[in-house]
């Protein structure tokens, strides 16, 4: 296959994945079911449905590729587990558009952890955007004692602390497969949940969607993104995923006519412009110096 071919295909299975993401919550909106039954139900679907690519993948090798992960895996796999929690939770108590803008600060969080555990050089333009995305957090959530979301809304940053210690486990194992990570996850996250519902009880209709949730949008969208962006610059990934938290906005806007705040838009403004520029001051960066922030 030519080089160029098999960027193409990257792209488009790199571009696809946030696709898949962005339909979460709409989807959370779209079920009369309690926050922790969605996070059982979503996660399990998306579970089983990685194990099944791992099987259909790697065959009898399948239980070594989940030992290789080792306990880095186990971590990162906790650190999903988080995030798939926490975005359910959040969700439930601030509006989506708040919980994707926040939970897209990860890659500034990953930074402070890198540089905090890892030692990697974190340089001026990524500290400076550190403190400028804080105050745009600071806007987004001023409204949010008022108006009941504070609670969402410090989830949101919870799952961007989670994503960003999932990140810097990978970035310190990176020669490793961790999809498996992401499947026990899923599993991790059910778990979880189990304790925490009343019923398992559910309308065909609400595990129609959480299937197409744990299935499509969290399961297809991992493994498309982690198939393709092995073969692009860490700064487009960087960029391929900012459409998560633009098309999620957009479909609830669209579809059920949930509005930000002005205050909400000009904090999230600020925040995805600031992650926009620095991704692609890092891309400049990265073609001399790729372990620096």
């Given amino acids: 296959m030519r080089p160029n071919s098999n960027y193409n295909r990257s792209l488009l299975m790199t571009a696809v994945a946030p696709l898949c993401w962005s339909i979460g919550g709409l989807g959370i909106r779209m079920v009369n079911v309690p926050p922790w039954g969605i996070v059982f139900w979503r996660s399990m679907f998306m579970g089983v449905t990685i194990l099944g690519f791992l099987i259909i993948r790697d065959r009898k090798r399948t239980f070594q590729t989940f030992k290789k992960i080792g306990v880095p895996g186990l971590a990162a796999g906790a650190f999903l587990a988080m995030a798939f929690t926490l975005y359910v ?102 778990s979880i949940a189990i304790p925490m519902m009343n019923t398992l009880t559910i309308t065909t ?44 906005t957009l479909w609830v806007w669209l579809f059920i006519g949930e509005q930000p705040t002005i205050k909400e838009l000009i904090g999230g403004a600020i925040i995805i412009i600031t992650l926009t520029l620095h991704t692609i001051l890092k891309r400049q960066d990265s073609r001399n110096v790729p372990d620096q922030w």
């Fill in 205 to 248: 209709h609400d595990l129609g969607v959480l299937a197409v949730l744990g299935s499509i949008q969290l399961g297809l969208g991992f493994c498309l993104f982690t198939a393709g962006s092995r073969n692009l610059p860490p700064a487009q990934t960087g960029l391929l995923t900012s459409l998560d938290t633009v098309l999620g």
């Fill in 89 to 190: 939770l959040a969700v439930s108590y601030t509006s989506v558009a708040n919980a994707l803008v926040l939970q897209g600060t990860s890659s500034l969080f990953a930074a402070l952890f890198g540089w905090l555990i890892l030692h990697e050089r974190a340089r001026a333009k990524t500290w400076t955007a550190i403190i400028v995305t804080m105050a745009g957090v600071i806007i987004m959530v001023s409204d949010s004692l008022a108006t009941g979301k504070f609670l969402g809304d410090i989830l949101g940053l919870g799952i961007a602390i989670a994503l960003a210690g999932n990140i810097v486990v990978v970035r310190a194992t990176r020669e490793v497969d961790m999809i498996p990570a992401a499947c026990l996850g899923g599993f991790f996250s059910a």
